[in-house]
Every structure is written in C-alpha cells, then in structure tokens.
C-alpha cells in the first residue's frame, strides 16, 4: 500500500508527460534553439511549458499554434485581454482540464481580470454567462447549434455581441477545446512551480487525473504484459498495416466505388464510431472511470452550466441520430476562411496556416522505417475524428479507415476527441506500440 501510494504521485514531478519518458521529450528540446525563440516571442507566460515541451517535438507545428493562439490571445481584437482568458478557462472547464484552467486564472489575474470573476459564473457580466449554451454544445455536440443560438447572443438587447466579438469568442472556445484534447491525449503533467495567484489556487486535479493518467489505477505496463503480445507481434502488426497502406494505394488505382456504396460505408463507419467507446471500454478497461456521473470537482463546475451534458453516448440511449453533415456545403476554404477574416483580419491566416500544416506535416517515416508515404494513415486519421461529428467528405472511401485503424487506436481517438478526460496511459500504450512517441503526439 505504501509503495504504490509513493508511485502514484511520482509521475507529477517527472517530465512534461505522463505518457512520454522524460528523455524523449528532452532530447529533442535541447538542440532546438528555434523552440527557445518561439517561447521569448509567443508565449503568453513567457516560460517553456509542458504543453510547448511535448509540442516542440515538431517544431514547424509548434510556430503555427504558437503564433496562432499568441495573436488571439495577445493581439488587436475586439475582446479586451481579460474577457480572453475568461473564455478559455471557459472552454477548458467544459472538459474538466485543470492543467488549463488553472493556466488562465493566472494569465486572467496579470492582465487585469476582476478576482472576484474566479468565484464562478454568477459572478460575472450577463453577456459572458450567455455563451454557457454555445460553449456546451461547441465542445460535446456541435452539431446542434443553429443559426437561434447565434441570434439570440447578436440580438439580446444591453448584453448582446457583435459579430466581431462572436467570431473572436468562438475561436477562443475551439481552439481550447482541442486543447484540452492534446493535454490529455499526451498525458501533460501538471507544472511544477504552480505560482500562487491572489490566493486562488489551485485547482485541485480531478481525483482522476493524477493517479490514472500516470498509473492507470495501478496495472503497471498493462500494455506489455495484458496484451499478450510480444515484440514480434507487434512488429508483425507494423508491417500488416504498412502492406494494407500500399494495397489500398493499388487498389485505388483499378476501381471506383459507387455513390451509393460510398454513401453506405460512410453511413457504417460513422454508426459503428458512435459504439466504439461505449460498450467497447466496459469489457477491455475494467475500471470505474467511465460512470455517466463523473464526480467533477466543484473548482471546475463553477465555470459551467450543466456539468452533466457530455458527448451523446448514442448506444446507451438505444437512439442512434448524428445528422450527416456533407463538408462541401461549408467549407473551411470556400466559407470559414473568409467569414472569419471578414471580422476578426489575421486569424483566418493563422488557423488556415495551422490547419495545413498538420494536415501536410510527415517526415514520410512509420516506427522505423523511412520514405514511407503515410498520406493513407493521415487522411483517415483526419477524417475519423470528423465522422464522429457527423461530418462527411463525399470524395473519401470511408472504408480505408476500418482497414487502417485498429481497434486500441479507435478506442484512442474516440476517447481524446469526445471525452478527453477519460483518457488513460493504458489507452495510449495500447495502440502503435512500434511507432515512436513522436509519430503519437
């Protein structure tokens, strides 16, 4: 009992992750002087972070989300600095990530923020506590928003938002909504130096997050050694999925699938995607974790509304209903880009450029081998974690993403994409197991 309680709370003190050995992560900074630059010139805290750590593992992504969240945290726009911060522990709190919150209640307080505003929701202005719905459903079923939400926030007399003001709050909810995905999908250990702001602090971390992300309730190195798989098998599953790689390259090549059949395998991936954690983590994670009323902390709660409502566990309810939403009708390119820039200039330009460059990003390597073309693997990454929002591209074979995407890595990107919170090592370890922690991040 002793030892493992000493066990659990090592992981916090060691490294930026809790899933990636600390060497890993340090090696690669420390040759990195273009890191260094990037903190000095776009971090708000000014100090490499845990987050910026994992993500200096690529550093051509790193500027682009550096210079990306820098400009709509920091730059000219129609929101003052504080009501920023606001909005992202906001959107963090959505996702019960501490690490996040806890972040901005500090930058909140150095910019000017009202101390008073970190009691909670009933403390702060009208307009503010309006964007509870749309922050609700941006982050766990956004494809329920329509055109009244957005209505009502434009048109509610004293407390309504201009459409400038909207755009810049709704970037800030999504960008920290995917935020809280990369925290937790790569395992970011709390800081070490938590400063004390004002007196606030610090959120304590979820009774979750600390031992399970790092211990996984104690099934050490279940990965290894639950699996029943060896080296060899899973060097035998690299090469399995690099040979399955190429055949779909070939086979693109002789046939078209039909519209119709098209259609129908879209219409399957996307049904089986609503199973694929709800019943699947039950039998293969025997934990508690995954009770529908998760205890969330009251320090968390105070900055939303509804706690409870969540990523629609369609299984459960017997109830199987995401509306297909066919990504031509509107486009990022030919829609977002430009509505976006209209009323907030430059961020269109940044999260465009940000978009493609993890679109595009390959060093063309898989595990060890090189001058591999992993556009394959890449796209039905991409477009899985869009399916499971409902969102169709009409011109991609939906079956590729059966035949490239194993289970674990199913279980994974369902987990990190719809309730991040609940992601453990365990789960991490358990996908791509030749593939280095890099080629994860």
Request: charged share 25%; hydrophobic share 35%.
């Amino acid at each position: 009992k002793q030892d493992k309680r000493i066990r659990v709370s090592q992981p916090l003190t060691r490294g930026p992750s809790a899933f990636i050995p600390e060497k890993e992560v340090v090696q690669a900074n420390t040759v990195d002087e273009r890191t260094n630059f990037l903190v000095e010139e776009y971090s708000t805290s000014g100090r490499l972070d845990n987050i910026t750590q994992v993500m200096s593992l690529h550093t051509q992504y790193l500027e682009s989300f550096l210079r990306s969240q820098f400009y709509m945290l920091r730059m000219d726009g129609p929101l003052p600095l504080p009501h920023r911060h606001y909005i992202a522990i906001m959107a963090a709190a959505r996702h019960q990530c501490s690490y996040l919150i806890n972040m901005h209640v500090d930058e909140f307080l150095k910019t000017g923020g009202i101390a008073e505003w970190l009691n909670g929701l009933e403390y702060v202005p009208q307009r503010l506590k309006n964007l509870n719905e749309i922050n609700k459903l941006l982050a766990h079923r956004p494809w329920l928003i329509t055109k009244e939400h957005i209505q009502k926030l434009v048109k509610t007399g004293e407390n309504n938002w201009s459409l400038p003001e909207l755009v810049h709050a709704v970037v800030l909810l999504a960008h920290y909504h995917a935020l809280a995905s990369f925290v937790f999908g790569s395992g970011i250990n709390p800081e070490r130096d938590p400063e004390i702001s004002n007196g606030f602090r610090l959120i304590s971390v979820n009774n979750f997050c600390v031992c399970d992300l790092a211990n996984d309730n104690n099934i050490e190195n279940a990965s290894l050694t639950g699996n029943n798989f060896g080296i060899v098998d899973s060097l035998s599953e690299l090469e399995a999925l690099m040979d399955r790689m190429k055949r779909l390259r070939e086979e693109r090549e002789d046939e078209e699938a039909s519209q119709e059949e098209m259609t129908t395998r879209f219409e399957k991936e996307k049904k089986e995607s609503l199973f694929v954690v709800s019943g699947d983590t039950f039998h293969s994670f025997p934990h508690s974790d995954f009770e529908d009323d998760m205890i969330i902390t009251s320090d968390v709660s105070r900055y939303i509304e509804d706690p409870g409502f969540g990523y629609e566990d369609f299984a459960r309810r017997g109830e199987e209903h995401l509306p297909t939403f066919r990504a031509q009708d509107y486009t990022w390119e030919n829609h977002g880009f430009s509505l976006v820039n209209r009323l907030y200039s430059d961020i269109g330009h940044l999260l465009d450029e940000k978009f493609r460059m993890v679109y595009n990003l390959t060093y063309n390597t898989m595990a060890s081998h090189e001058d591999v073309d992993t556009t394959t693997l890449r796209r039905a990454l991409f477009n899985y974690v869009h399916c499971m929002f409902g969102i169709r591209y009409d011109d991609y074979d939906y079956g590729e993403v059966n035949q490239l995407l194993e289970r674990s890595l199913k279980v994974y990107i369902k987990t990190v994409t719809c309730y991040p919170e609940r992601t453990t090592k365990r789960m991490y370890d358990s996908y791509w197991r030749q593939f280095k922690h890099s080629e994860k991040v």
